[in-house]
């Protein structure tokens, strides 16, 4: 995939039980539930809002969460912006205060970047009526990792109600640079809530940093999850579009023993076609896990690809953990993927694995 471009125990003590009786810390360490049906109540009780945990949130994220700032767009006028991009630009650089972009509903057609110095923000659609920002761009004019509609390069990004979509034609295999992008987050601490993210091949840039994605939809061909970020996905269904050549979900793009991977859990993996792969050896030391996820009969009995680098069959770290359905029959995996035990899945069911108590809140209500 060319072109893809981490007395003082007195004091201390009295200062343990002020935090606990002024704020409610999430537990980093409470496993995902096994019964989906406990998930909304796994996370209200560990993901806090905001006014029950001040004390244990990063400083510079409490402090931006104090006077929230919404504006507004909408296709029709009325408000003061009718493009995401106009209302972007109208955030300060070096923004240190949470602003909420309510997008009215609507076919938004532009390339939105958020860059670095602008952390804090939130992009809000209606969930009854949920916006599309869409663009055509594509590997061979823009590169591949910016071919994105929307890239995200600041920290402490939030998207919510939000569909983003590449609008570029299905690669056919011939046309070169054809890969096209619907979303790159390339900052640190990002959720997602009830977002879809539509595309074919390199659907999303999974780049860097903690991130989160919650209700989500995620549909491509080949390698429609790929990067070097550390995010937990969970409940989020992904749509494989096949029948027409190879299919691949995640291509993770770990290359050292750093702490980056991605971990599906709770997830369902649906959609046309057979023979698509849970996750192929892009980069030697991808990590990658799936647990209790639901997997349909467009997974490849194999499972798992090492991209024709058999030498990389060592340094995967490929794992599954109680799926379900008849993509997760294991009797016909490759080798070199693991199933994992309750101690070895533990660390990628957790809000740890993002380190999410210091940064991770509900989405907000607008």
């Excluded at 408000?79 to 997008?103: L, M, W, Y």
Aim: with cysteine; glycine share 8%.
């Amino acid at each position: 995939m060319a072109g893809k471009k981490t007395c003082f125990v007195f004091h201390a003590a009295l200062t343990t039980i002020f935090l606990i009786a002024t704020s409610v810390i999430s537990d980093d360490t409470a496993p995902i539930p096994a019964n989906k049906a406990q998930l909304s109540n796994w996370f209200n009780n560990n993901v806090k809002p905001y006014t029950h945990r001040k004390g244990s949130l990063e400083p510079a994220l409490a402090k931006a969460e104090e006077s929230p700032l919404v504006i507004k767009v909408t296709k029709a006028g009325g408000e003061k912006f009718t493009t995401i991009t106009d209302a972007i630009k109208s955030i300060p650089a070096g923004n240190t205060r949470r602003v909420i972009v309510f997008i009215g509903a609507g076919e938004y057609k532009e390339k939105v970047k958020i860059e670095r110095t602008k952390p804090f923000v939130t992009l809000y659609g209606s969930p009854k009526n949920m916006p599309t920002l869409t663009f055509d761009g594509t590997a061979a004019k823009y590169g591949t990792v910016d071919s994105a509609t929307l890239i995200v390069e600041s920290n402490y990004f939030v998207a919510a109600n939000i569909i983003l979509k590449n609008s570029a034609p299905r690669p056919d295999g011939k046309r070169k640079g054809a890969q096209a992008a619907a979303l790159r987050i390339s900052g640190d601490n990002a959720a997602f809530y009830n977002c879809k993210i539509k595309g074919f091949q390199d659907t999303l840039c999974d780049d860097r940093g903690n991130h989160f994605f919650k209700d989500c939809y995620i549909e491509g061909t080949v390698d429609f999850i790929f990067g070097s970020g550390r995010s937990l996905y969970l409940n989020t269904e992904l749509y494989v579009i096949g029948d027409a050549g190879l299919t691949m979900i995640a291509a993770q793009a770990r290359e050292s023993e750093d702490n980056t991977g991605y971990s599906f859990v709770h997830c369902s993996i649906t959609g046309t076609g057979t023979g698509t792969f849970l996750g192929r050896a892009w980069m030697s030391r991808p990590r990658v896990v799936y647990a209790y996820t639901s997997m349909s009969r467009v997974i490849n009995p194999a499972g798992w690809s090492d991209s024709f680098h058999p030498e990389r069959d060592r340094t995967v770290f490929y794992g599954e953990y109680k799926c379900s359905g008849p993509g997760a029959v294991v009797s016909r995996r490759v080798k070199y993927s693991k199933q994992l035990t309750d101690a070895q899945v533990r660390p990628f069911i957790t809000l740890g694995y993002i380190q999410g108590s210091s940064w991770l809140l509900p989405p907000p209500s607008v």
